[in-house]
C-alpha cells in the first residue's frame, strides 16, 4: 500500500464494505484482490473486451476502467451477486442449455451485459430482437464459441420473459 491510498466504503453485492485501497487500483482489481469475488474476469485491462463488467449504482461498467475510489458511496453488483440473487438464473440456464459457453470466461461480463439489455427491455416493455442482442453484446468478446449459441441464449430467455414465464 502506498501514501495515496484511499479510505471507501460502498455496498457489494447488498453487504456494507470499508476499505482502504491505493488510488490507482482499479475496481476489478480491487474486486478480485481485496473482496475475493474473483468471478469477474480481466481480458484486456483497457475496457475492449468486457470480460470484467459489473454494475455500478444500476448501470453496467467496465471493471477495468473504473479506479476503485470512484466506487466510494456507491452500489456495486459483480456476478457472484446476480448469480446468489438468482436474477439471472433463466439466463445462466440458457447458457447451459445452449452450450453458450465453452471455456467460460467470457461468460460473467456476457452475462451481466446481457441482463442488462434484457432489463431494459422488460422496463420498455420490449422484445430485444436479435440484431439488439448482437449490438448490445458487442463490446463483449468471446475468444471461444462464436456468438451464434450466446445471441440464441439471451434470445431465448427474452422471449421467455416476455411471455411471463421467467
Ligand atoms: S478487461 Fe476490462 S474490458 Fe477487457
Ligand atoms: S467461452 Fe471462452 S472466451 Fe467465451
Same mark, same amino acid.
Given at each position: 500500500m502506498?501514501?495515496?491510498a484511499?479510505?471507501?466504503s460502498l455496498?457489494?453485492? =447488498?453487504e456494507?464494505v470499508a476499505?482502504?485501497?491505493?488510488a490507482?487500483?482499479t475496481l476489478v482489481?480491487?474486486?478480485r484482490?481485496? *473482496?475475493?469475488?474473483t468471478?469477474s474476469h480481466i =481480458? &484486456?485491462e483497457?475496457?475492449?473486451?468486457?470480460a &470484467?463488467t459489473?454494475?455500478v449504482?444500476g448501470?453496467?461498467v467496465?471493471g477495468? *476502467?473504473? *479506479?476503485?475510489?470512484q &466506487?466510494? =458511496?456507491?452500489?456495486v453488483?459483480?456476478?457472484?451477486g446476480l448469480?446468489d440473487?438468482t436474477?439471472i438464473a433463466?439466463?445462466?440456464?440458457?447458457?447451459e442449455q445452449?452450450n453458450?459457453?465453452?471455456c467460460?470466461?467470457?461468460?460473467p461480463?456476457?452475462l451481466?451485459a446481457?441482463?442488462?439489455l434484457?432489463?431494459r427491455?422488460?422496463?420498455n416493455k420490449?422484445v430485444?430482437?436479435?440484431?439488439?442482442?448482437?449490438?448490445?453484446?458487442?463490446g463483449?468478446? &468471446?475468444?471461444?464459441?462464436?456468438y451464434?449459441?450466446?445471441v440464441?441464449?439471451?434470445q431465448?430467455?427474452?422471449?421467455?420473459?416476455?411471455? =411471463?414465464k421467467?
Open positions: 502506498t501514501d495515496t484511499l479510505d471507501i455496498t457489494v453485492n =447488498g456494507r476499505e482502504r485501497v491505493d490507482r487500483k482489481d480491487f474486486l484482490e481485496d *473482496l475475493v469475488l468471478g =481480458g &484486456c483497457h475496457g475492449v473486451c468486457g &470484467c459489473v454494475r449504482n448501470e453496467i467496465r477495468c *476502467l473504473m *479506479l476503485a475510489v &466506487c466510494d =458511496g456507491a452500489t453488483e459483480t456476478i457472484e448469480s440473487t436474477e433463466d439466463l445462466q440456464a440458457a447458457f445452449r453458450a459457453l465453452q467460460g470466461y467470457c461468460t461480463g456476457m451481466v446481457a441482463q442488462d434484457l432489463k427491455a422488460n422496463n420490449t430485444p430482437s436479435r440484431e439488439d442482442i448482437r449490438a448490445h453484446l458487442s463483449n468478446y &468471446c475468444r471461444c464459441t462464436g451464434h449459441a450466446i440464441d441464449a439471451v431465448a430467455v427474452a422471449q421467455q420473459r416476455a411471455g =411471463g421467467k
